[in-house]
């Protein structure tokens, strides 16, 4: 059975009416759990109440705390959400946040070294502490999942092309890919020729581009398969793209059906959107009955 380990941000979204747990790395992660027990993740909490509720949060969803580091000198991460009339997200990351100060040490390394595949973003490289942390566990990797997953101001090229240059899978959204894509200079106009480019550029087997309600592209080696989606009432898209690559990564991963493997990602991240928060419960009567 494979093994999966996330690294980043665990943190609370701050809502103008309430507060629930989430992060992308966290996200992704107890997307997975649902699928498999062999799921971990690597972060940092604060000494304080916030940091408390999530260890009590991780238990209660069966997700190991093991390798989740406290710290007193900094608070647990916070980010306040706001949704526009669509429901989609816009954050103010509180900076700092002790998930930007994750050590690095050898529990961390041996987990990474034993895991089948490693699962990583950008917005945790905002700070040199994390940063390092995350290059250092690279070198010791398997198969490499990069979630681009871009929050202004919180990135830069250089450091984004080394995250890709390790990658194995890069994961961008339509905007992220436009966006390096112009920058690399690809000199191409279209998603697919695009993909490519990058899948070329950086040596990445595996290229996904989300395109919000109308679905996903994904290129493996060369080949493209593609799902056009599912249609639902948004009520917020915060955490639909996580549980979107969480469900990608292990159909694909458990049964190496690409088809299959996307088309069912994306009615998880739809039946995400149409729910609140980033974490829902999902049945497989919900799935089954969206995929008719």
Known sequence: ???????????????????????????????????????????AIGN?????????????????SKYIQTNNNYPT???????????????????????DFISTNQSNI???????????????????????TLFTLLEHAKFKVFDVNLRAPYYEFETLFKLMDFADFIKFNDEELELISKEINTGFSTIEDNMKAISNTFNASHVCVTKGDKGAILLVNGK?????????????????????????????????NYEKAIDYACAIGAL?????GANPKLNQEEIDNLML
């Not at 309430?18 to 972060?43: C, D, E």
């Not at 999530?54 to 190991?64: A, V």
């Not at 979107?244 to 458990?254: G, H, K, N, P, R």
Request: proline share 2%; charged share 20%; with cysteine.
């Open 224 to 256: 493209f398969y593609e799902s056009k989606g599912y249609k639902v009432k948004v009520k917020d898209t915060v955490g639909a793209g996580d549980s979107f690559l969480a469900t990608l990564i292990y159909q694909i991963q458990s049964f190496g």
């Open 272 to 276: 995400v959107a149409g729910s609140n």
């Open 77 to 99: 991460g916070q980010v306040l959400v706001t949704l526009d009339q669509n429901g989609s997200a816009s954050y103010d990351i509180k900076n700092p946040s002790v998930w």
């Open 110 to 132: 041996d987990l990474v070294k034993t895991s089948d595949v490693f699962i990583y973003g950008s917005l945790v490289c905002r700070n040199s502490t994390s940063k390092n």
């Open 1 to 43: 059975m494979k093994t999966f380990t996330c690294f980043g941000e665990v943190l609370w979204d701050v809502f103008p009416d309430h507060q629930i747990i989430g992060g992308a790395p966290l996200n992704v992660a107890l997307r997975l759990k649902s699928f498999t027990k062999n799921v971990s993740i690597i972060s």
């Open 48 to 64: 304080d109440n916030l940091g408390e509720q999530l260890l009590t949060y991780l238990d209660s969803n069966d997700l190991t």
